[in-house]
């Protein structure tokens, strides 16, 4: 079986679970409220402060299905108690990030500035050299965090762009100059 989607979800104070026909699953917490459909071929049932997943029968299909289903309800349950949260680093001579309303601009040594719209649910803040966002959706704010990361990665001579908080970047050796 399953590791992942043999283990139960615990249900924190606060948030409320329900589930609906073809596996409709709501959560609602003190952050706000998520929906999902899952897939119909999972039981998924709540019992005593706990949402079980089960799977009909060990088809692979079934068995990779199950430990996924088991992660985005207890996503969604982590989402809406206490949130998600991605941090990057933007490094380089004169690359800045500011906030200018619900927009985030980037000066990334383009011509241009470049200006990203916060999307409906997520939250950016800046400070000095990181960018924070923020968000009960943890699929969009890893999609928004790599989109502003896409802007400029980072390069691997001297490092400069921008990069995840925990990202190694394997640095290269420049040229060497004739003797």
């Known amino acids: 079986m399953s590791r992942i989607g043999r283990q139960p979800v615990v249900i924190p104070e606060g948030v409320t679970v329900t589930i609906e026909e073809k596996n409709k699953v709501i959560v609602k917490g003190p952050k706000g409220t998520l929906e999902r459909v899952m897939v119909p071929e999972m039981e998924i049932k709540i019992e005593d402060g706990h949402v079980l997943v089960n799977r009909p029968n060990d088809l692979?299909?079934?068995?990779?299905?199950?430990?996924?289903?088991?992660?985005?309800?207890?996503n969604?349950?982590?989402g809406v108690s206490t949130?998600?949260?991605k941090e990057l680093e933007v490094n380089g001579v004169g690359y800045r990030a500011s906030k200018?309303?619900?927009k985030l601009v980037l000066n990334l040594g383009y011509s241009h500035p470049v200006e990203m719209t916060d999307p409906e649910g997520i939250e950016t803040a800046v400070d000095g050299n990181k960018i924070t966002v923020?968000?009960?959706?943890?699929?969009k704010v890893g999609q928004f965090a790599a989109e502003i990361r896409d802007k400029r990665r980072p390069e691997p001579y001297k490092g400069k762009g921008i990069k995840y908080a925990d990202e190694v970047i394997r640095r290269k050796v420049g040229k060497t100059g004739k003797k």
């Open 134 to 139: 923020k968000g009960i959706d943890k699929e």
């Open 100 to 102: 200018q309303g619900k």
């Open 60 to 74: 692979k299909r079934n068995k990779s299905l199950h430990g996924l289903t088991r992660t985005l309800v207890n």
């Open 76 to 78: 969604m349950v982590t």
């Open 83 to 85: 949130g998600f949260t």
